[in-house]
Structures are given as C-alpha cells and as structure tokens.
C-alpha cells in the first residue's frame, strides 16, 4: 500500500481500464486505485485508504459512490481531501463544484489541486446516524419522473415535466409536516415534498436549491405546499427553468437544524439513497469536508437567497 498517495475508490462500472491508462505515468498524483464491489463496499476500500496514510481519497463514480466515501471519511474522525471524478447519472455535487463530467477534465482539476472547505449534513432517525453532502429530498421526488417515458421527452422536451406533474398528481401523498426549526417551536404544515439541500442540483442538474452556499454552515430548506394540477404544473415548468423558489406554492428557509415528522410517513433519500420514512433530525456539520474544486468554482450562489 501506498503512504501518502491519491487513492482512487471506484466501482465496477466506472471505467477503470481508462483511468488506469490516463493515470498510468501522472507521478503528480501518486495514484493508487483500488475497485469496490459495491457502493456499500466503498466504506470499506475508504477505510483501507485512511488506514494506509492516504493523503486524498477520490470516489469515481456518481452521487451515490461519493456519498459512501463521505460517510467513511466523516466517520473516521481524519481531515482527508476528497476529490470527485464523476462517471455516474446524476453528478450533481460535481455541478455545484465544477468538476468536468469527463475523466480528463476531471483528472486535471485533481492535478491542479484547488480545495475549498465545504459542510456536510448529518440525518439522524431512530439511532441511525447517516451523512450526505448534497441534498436530502422526502416526498413527492420521483414520482414525477416515474411517469415520463423516453418518449413522452423526445416529444415534448422540457414540457414533458409538466405532463409528468400532472399525471403524478392523482398518486401524491399529502404529507401533515410537523418541523422544528433550529429547536425552536413546533409548526404544522401540509405540503408534498421537502428538500434539504446543502448542493445546488439534483436529477442530472435540476436546479432545486439554487440559492445554496455549500459553505455557509446553514441548510436551504425548500417546501412544496399541495396544490392543483395547473399549479403543480406550473411548479413543475419553473423547477425546469431553474427559478421554482419564486411558484407561491415553494417556500425556502435557511437553518441550522431541523427535525421532521410527518403523518403519513414521508420517506427520505440522502445523495439519492432511500434511508428512512421515520421522524428525522438533519443538522448542518460546518466545513467538515476539504474538497478539491473546479477553476469556476464559487461558494457563492450566482441568484439572491430568499428572504
């Protein structure tokens, strides 16, 4: 094992002949790349890395593959920079940190070493400790994608969304919320979907919180209340274009902490994994992560937060 190196976690559809050839002469990064069998096993190869000394340790993969490097490395207690080479379906923490969505761009923004200190969130439910560093979403999430074949987009593009909106409405819950803002009281609202967002996009580059500061040691909250067809329609359009925080049915809070439950059970994914449909308590971990980052790269969002 390697002391000091880059160690390069990735999984078993990540392109591993073609990272291995490009890093192949780059004594820059001192590269050590092992295979994980599995984003489960990801934690695992992670904790080898730590235990060997390594100095950076880069998920290659998607959201899901980084957000099990992240939970190794936040819970092993070590400051150790992550990098980002993003081969998934969504990366969309790699779009908050313009990281290129191609292996050369990517290696060379790791060659360049920009970091940047980012915060993380920490979910915690019934014991259960869980951390994630882009966004959690509960709700309604992917009940609009569920009903959008590839020929409803090819048809319709961008307005395939609003089909899809409304054909999920009959199927939607109507979550009873009851939410504890930064341990303050009680408050009760009905609405459809929440996201705690510490990242930007979600789903390939949706815009949902395009007000996060991904080091502003605070959590964007964004609610979508019920609404019509035409209105979840019109959310539909303007989450789409980027500005849904302006629909009168999305409201957005910044905090610290928050605590959720919700009649019915409302399930929440963290960077995209399924994790619980039990009462949750999210907390804000400030500048916990070193990440290396893209040359366009700013904390600061390129829109005014809401009030």
Not at 13 to 21: F, H, I, P, S
Not at 24 to 39: K, N, P, T
Not at 51 to 57: M, P
Not at 249 to 260: A, G, I, N, T
């Amino acid at each position: 094992m390697q002391k000091g190196a880059t160690w390069f976690i990735t999984n078993p559809n990540a392109g591993q002949a073609e990272l291995r050839d490009r890093l192949h002469a780059d004594v820059r990064l001192d590269a050590h790349v092992v295979e994980a069998s599995g984003e489960s096993d990801c934690r695992e190869k992670t904790r080898e890395a730590i235990e060997a000394g390594a100095v950076r340790i880069v998920p290659v993969g998607g959201d899901g593959t980084i957000n099990e490097v992240v939970n190794a490395m936040l819970s092993s207690g070590r400051d150790i920079e992550l990098g980002i080479v993003p081969v998934g379906t969504g990366n969309d923490l790699a779009r908050t940190l313009d990281i290129p969505l191609e292996l050369d761009g990517a290696v060379a923004v790791l060659e360049e070493g920009r970091v940047a200190r980012i915060d993380a969130f920490s979910l915690e439910s019934q014991g259960r400790l869980v951390y994630g560093v882009n966004v959690s979403a509960g709700g309604f999430s992917g009940q609009v994608d569920n009903n959008m074949s590839s020929e409803l987009k090819s048809t319709w593009g961008s307005l395939a969304y609003i089909f899809g909106a409304a054909a999920s409405l009959p199927d939607m819950e109507n979550y009873r919320l009851k939410l504890q803002w930064d341990e303050g009281p009680q408050e009760e609202i009905d609405a459809l979907n929440i996201i705690i967002a510490n990242g930007r996009t979600v789903g390939g580059g949706r815009r949902v919180a395009p007000m996060a500061h991904p080091s502003d040691g605070l959590l964007d909250v964004i609610i979508v209340e019920r609404g019509s067809v035409p209105r979840i329609a019109e959310v539909a359009a303007r989450l789409m274009a980027g500005n849904w925080t302006e629909s009168e049915l999305v409201s957005h809070r910044r905090v610290k902490s928050l605590r959720v439950e919700s009649e019915p059970p409302m399930w929440f994914n963290v960077d995209g994994d399924l994790v619980t449909d039990r009462s949750v308590y999210f907390k804000v971990l400030p500048s916990v992560l070193t990440v290396v980052v893209g040359p366009g790269y700013s904390p600061v969002p390129d829109v005014e937060p809401s009030a």
